[in-house]
């Protein structure tokens, strides 16, 4: 079934406006297709879910604001070309994780200010751009006080005559103590005509931290592919299995079951024609 059919089921709590309230009561993911302009608020304490999809060509401003203790899931998913801008302020003690899949040109700006102490905000995404598609993802993490963890991964792909594109920023604010924060960009690029450029960065006033970053652009596993052929596969089922294996753990982070298997089939999907 398709990501389409399965957000607009039953097992979701569709919402169309422009400020989402998230108080805990609502046990369903909430699910919202039309994003031009959204704004949602997360109540002291409450847990929420939320899935966004970009399914046509769309300018997008997304805020989120978790106040002290709140916990939100997101899962955003490009299935056609959308410029979108993704904020999210995080008071003390609060928690957000975004899961995002690319399966088409896109361009994503996320920024998450971290504002309270022992916030934490976890970023794992991927994007698969074939043709001539572009995808773009630009990351930036702000540790503006102490004991504050962040930890992003972003992967990609590229075939064809495709061009992807990371840029990260981790800021550390003086006096922003404590601060733990980790930032990774892996990359495939499968054909000579395709291009990822990557550039994660730190940027630190403060001395008491533990910070990481890297990033690599790569082909295929040659050795990895010989072995599987070994063992019987052709070389297209070779590939595939080991490029599936890159991207399942992200597609995997979905806490939604039955979106979560619609992901994996359609990044499948996108895969063969890559």
Known sequence: MEVQEIIRGGGFAPFDGQVLRIDGTCVRPY?????????????????????????????AEIRLALAEGARLSVTEIFTAEAFVSLSVAEAAHSSCSLTMVQLASADLSFSAALDGREAGCDLRGVFLASGKEHCRVFVRIGHNVPDCRSDSLVK?????????????????????????ARQQSRNIQLSRTARITTRPQLEIYADDVKCTHGATVGQMDADAIFYMRQRGLSEAQARALQIEGFVGDIVRRCDIEPLREALTEAVAAKLERM
């Open 31 to 59: 699910a919202v297709t039309d994003t031009r302009k959204l704004s949602v608020e997360v109540a002291e304490g409450a847990e929420g879910r939320l899935v966004l999809l970009h399914a046509a060509p769309v300018e």
């Open 156 to 180: 990609g792909i590229a075939g064809g005559e495709a061009k992807g594109e990371f840029r990260g920023l981790v800021y550390v604010a003086p006096d922003a103590q404590r601060t733990d």
